[in-house]
Structure formats: C-alpha cells, structure tokens
T-cell receptor
Framework: KNQVEQSPQSLIILEGKNCTLQ??????????LRWYKQDTGRGPVSLTI?????NTKSNGRYTATLDADTKQSSLHITASQLSDSASYIC?????????????FGTGTRLTIIP | GAGVSQSPSNKVTEKGKDVELRCDPI?????LYWYRQSLGQGLEFLIY????????KSGLPSDRFSAERTGGSVSTLTIQRTQQEDSAVYLC?????????????FGPGTRLTVT
C-alpha cells in the first residue's frame, strides 16, 4: 500500500531559526514528490515539486531535497518567519497516474514563536 | 486571476440532514477534484472530474456521497443523511489537466460539522 510518513508531527521553533521537516514514502514506481504549505483555514499551496532525477530544489527560504534510492525527502526552512507557521504536507505520485492518484502525508504542524 | 472558491466556508448541520457543498474552479481548468481532510489525517481523495468524461468516483466512502459538475465548471458535493463521522474539511482543487505536470490549485475548503 502506498504510504507517506512525515516527521515530526509538530514542531515549535524561535523566529529566525532554521528547521528541517522529514518525509518518507513507499510509493512505487515513483514519479514526483511535492511539498505544500497549508495555512490555518486555507487550502494547500505548492512550494516545490521534484521528479526522480532531481535531488534538490529551492523556493526562496525553502529548500527541498530528495533521495529516490532511500525514498526520503526533507524540507529545510532557513531564517524562519512568523508567517512560516503552517502545516507542511508531503505529497507523492506514482508513475503512470494522474493528479487524482496522489498520496498525501498527514503533515507537520510548524509553529514559529517570536 | 481568481483562484478556486468554495462555499459555504463553514457548515453546521444536524445528523441525518443533507448538505450541499459548492466549488468554483479556476476558469479553463478541465480537471476538478474533491478531497476530505479529517483531523490528524492526510487528504483523502473522494472524486474527480476531467472534461466531459465520466467522473472517477472510486474514493467516495459511501453511497450517501455524490457529486456533479455542471457545464464543465461549477461542482457540488452532496452528502445525504449526514453522520457525525462526516465532520471534516472538504477541499476542492482544479488543474488545467489531470496529468501530473499540471499543478493543482486548492480552494480554502468547507468545514463541515455534524452535530
């Protein structure tokens, strides 16, 4: 069964600090992995998308890494800001399927405190 | 341009009542998806529409759930005889096409509470 596991479930850090969120998946054959940011009361918004041939991708202060051999990904947030407080969701898709067959993780709830 | 919109933003209903949730996708997007997000759970796929093709209903949890998409645009998700376990946030997303290279854009969701 395709699964996406995220850790930690929740994280609290001080404003200005860095943090790293983890994602492990069992989806096979793998096609691509996405990280979404979901603010409270809003829908998820895409941060990055990586195919199996990419091992790092940045979007501003967000940097995602992918190791397709170990089926692991991480999202690193640099110099955190209060607006980074949100849930971060890892989403994996299998090869040969469309957007309707995505597997979603349960998310990491990140709280930035001043 | 306008994003995906959903209404109502919140809905409280009594057990056994029917509810209708509405989704307005981004204009020109042929693919539309409904998801359910329960507390502490990942997004659960419910149903998707692609153009004029028959919808993929494989994710609907029971026959109390149904959805329509009129004119290839607006979609409504109907839950009949609601149960307390139906309480969740219902998210709608749209994309230009169902293929993976096309980004999904999510609406803000409808929070449904069944009392």
């Amino acid at each position: 069964k395709n699964q996406v596991e995220q850790s930690p479930q929740s994280l609290i850090i001080l404003e200005g600090k860095n943090c790293t969120l983890q994602c492990n998946y069992t989806v096979s054959p793998f096609s691509n992995l996405r990280w979404y940011k979901q603010d409270t009361g809003r829908g998820p918004v895409s941060l990055t998308i990586m195919t199996f041939s990419e091992n790092t991708k940045s979007n501003g202060r967000y940097t995602a890494t992918l190791d397709a051999d170990t089926k692991q990904s991480s999202l690193h947030i640099t110099a955190s800001q209060l607006s980074d407080s949100a849930s971060y969701i890892c989403v994996v898709s299998g090869r040969g399927f469309g957007n309707e067959k995505l597997t979603f993780g349960t998310g990491t709830r990140l709280t930035i405190i001043p | 341009g306008a994003g995906v919109s959903q209404s109502p933003s919140n809905k409280v209903t009594e057990k056994g009542k029917d509810v209708e949730l509405r989704c307005d996708p981004i204009s020109g997007h042929t693919a539309l998806y409904w998801y359910r997000q329960s507390l502490g759970q990942g997004l659960e796929f419910l149903i998707y529409f692609q153009g004029n093709s028959a919808p993929d209903k494989s994710g609907l949890p029971s026959d109390r759930f149904s959805a329509e998409r009129t004119g290839g645009s607006v979609s409504t998700l109907t839950i009949q005889r609601t149960q307390q376990e139906d309480s969740a946030v219902y998210l709608c997303a749209s994309s230009l096409d169902r293929r993976q290279g096309y980004e999904q854009y999510f609406g803000p969701g409808t929070r449904l509470t069944v009392t």
